[in-house]
């Protein structure tokens, strides 16, 4: 399965939660492979805490692979190399967890013919090898997302090939909502991009799902919260609620929300259930992961049966 993250801009949690998400999908026992396709800004191996990745590879990252200069991109087990001491154990029954990194010092290039069939050959191998492939892809319209579409296009993957999905990541606020629509829908958005790849409208839409990140809730106040503040807070849910669905990205798109947890905001990383259980970490949150995790790699959940 290759999962395609995406998101309006940066600051959205795209990067923080697709980390996560790899990591709780490898505790269910798939292996996994992370691709930073985030090429302005290839930080991975910072959220997952390896020093010597923490902006990218020095030794042929993703950006040396597709631009033809190097056939086999680095790539690293996290849990052999990550300072993080919780993520080095590996729990019985869980699936490996491997990061292949961008290029240190790299960035943002043009979309070319051999580009895109270099990517089609890097998803084809590491699919090969992985159950689920995450592939984090750089903010708003972006070379990494224009040549993604077009490698997962029916141009260039056999109707037989593992599902693929896409999800797009907000924030939920109104600016956030208009953004994450306007990426979607507008011109030389991600619909248009998939059109132009190849794709049918309809057909392309059944592979995105929205995740409506750090959603807060009276708690957020800090300490018991007052009436007005509750009705403030379920007023203006429902009011982005409302937005959200007069954008196109209402109930039907939803794939899950995170809540708004202060260990991500401060230090964008793995959050462990050795966190929650030192009360440093909100128990929903790693169970918000859970639950997407379960929805995006289950068909029928997928699908919302």
Request: hydrophobic share 40%.
């Amino acid at each position: 399965m290759l999962i395609l993250a995406a998101s309006d801009n940066g600051g959205t949690g795209r990067s923080v939660t697709s980390c996560n998400l790899a990591y709780r999908i490898s505790l269910m026992g798939r292996d996994v492979a992370y691709l930073d396709f985030d090429f302005g800004s290839p930080n991975a191996g910072a959220i997952f805490e390896i020093p010597s990745l923490e902006r990218g590879s020095r030794d042929g990252g993703l950006h040396s692979s597709i631009l033809g200069r190097t056939s086999q991109p680095a790539r690293a087990e996290i849990r052999g190399v990550t300072e993080r001491t919780e993520l080095t154990e590996r729990p019985p029954g869980s699936g490996k967890l491997t990061l292949f990194p961008g290029d240190l010092g790299g960035a943002e290039f043009h979309v070319t013919s051999d580009h895109i069939d270099r990517v089609v050959q890097l998803f084809r191998k590491v699919e090969q090898e992985f159950d689920v492939c995450v592939v984090d892809l750089s903010a708003g319209r972006s070379a990494a997302l224009d040549m993604s579409l077009h490698a997962v296009s029916p141009a260039n993957r056999s109707k037989k090939a593992d599902p693929v999905r896409l999800l797009l990541f907000h924030r939920w606020t109104t600016q956030h909502v208009i953004a994450a629509s306007g990426l979607l829908f507008e011109d030389n958005g991600i619909i248009s991009c998939a059109v132009d790849a190849g794709f049918g409208k309809s057909e392309f839409l059944r592979l995105v799902r929205t995740v409506r990140t750090a959603v807060p809730n009276s708690s957020a106040f800090g300490g018991e919260s007052t009436p007005e503040q509750e009705r403030w807070v379920v007023r203006s849910d429902d009011t982005l609620k409302a937005l959200a669905k007069s954008r196109g990205l209402g109930q039907d798109m939803l794939l899950g929300t995170t809540p708004l947890e202060p260990m991500l905001l401060w230090r964008e990383q793995i959050l462990t259930d050795a966190d929650v259980r030192r009360r440093l970490a909100k128990a929903e949150t790693p169970r918000s992961f859970d639950n997407l995790a379960i929805k995006v790699i289950d068909d029928h959940a997928w699908e919302g049966f």
